[in-house]
Each structure stands twice: as structure tokens, then as C-alpha cells.
Nanobody, 119 residues
């Protein structure tokens, strides 16, 4: 079992920056793929970025967002720059874990943190 707690959301003006953090407990963090997803009202949850040994970003955030991790602290961070109104959403930290003898993929989610980009 993996537990995740996000922090750092809030209200920011267009063009501004925010940093989201996620603290993990349980599981083998250094071997876990970590990610950030977001969900805007009326929309499905969508991938923002993931990080294992390499990183992967949604096209909509490439060049603006940076995901990083600190395995010694069991944290993952999303640095968001040049924020746009369309980035407004609830942001969720995720741990993507292959479990069991058949290596079934399981997602563990944090509680979410609201990011609102508005003037």
C-alpha cells in the first residue's frame, strides 16, 4: 500500500508559477513510477507528467512544467511555470505500481490539490 499527500495548490495569475509537492509513504518509492494527473470540471482525469528514470509530459505542458523526484525524501515535485487559465484543475499525485505475481498495474492516488489560474 502506498499513501500520498499533496500540497502546494492555490490561486495564481496567468503567467505565474506554482510548485506542487507529494509526499509518499509505504511501498518501495525508488522503484515506483510517480506521476501527476489533473481533472478539470466536466473533464476526465488526464496525465500531466510521469517520472521513473526518465520523464514524460503531456504535450499541453511541455516546456512549462517540470517533474522531479527525491528518492531519499520520498517526494515528487511538479514545478509549473507560465500557467494558463486552462491549467485550472484538481491535481493528483499518483504512484503507478506493478503488483502481484502477474505484475498487475495499480494506481494509488493522493487526495488532490486545487490549482486555479485566474486574474
Amino acid at each position: 500500500q502506498v499513501q500520498l499527500v499533496e500540497s502546494g495548490g492555490g490561486l495564481v495569475q496567468p503567467g505565474g508559477s506554482l510548485t506542487l509537492s507529494c509526499a509518499a509513504s509505504g511501498g518501495d518509492f525508488s522503484q515506483t513510477v510517480m506521476g501527476w494527473y489533473r481533472q478539470a470540471p466536466g473533464n476526465p482525469r488526464e496525465l500531466v507528467a510521469t517520472i521513473a528514470i526518465t520523464t514524460n509530459y503531456a504535450d499541453s505542458v511541455k516546456g512549462r512544467f517540470t517533474i522531479s523526484r527525491d528518492n531519499s525524501k520520498k517526494t515528487v515535485t511538479l514545478q509549473m511555470n507560465s500557467l494558463k487559465r486552462e491549467d485550472t484543475a484538481v491535481y493528483y499525485c499518483a504512484a503507478i505500481v506493478a503488483e502481484g505475481p502477474d505484475r498487475k498495474i495499480s494506481y494509488y492516488w493522493g487526495q488532490g490539490t486545487q490549482v486555479t489560474v485566474s486574474s
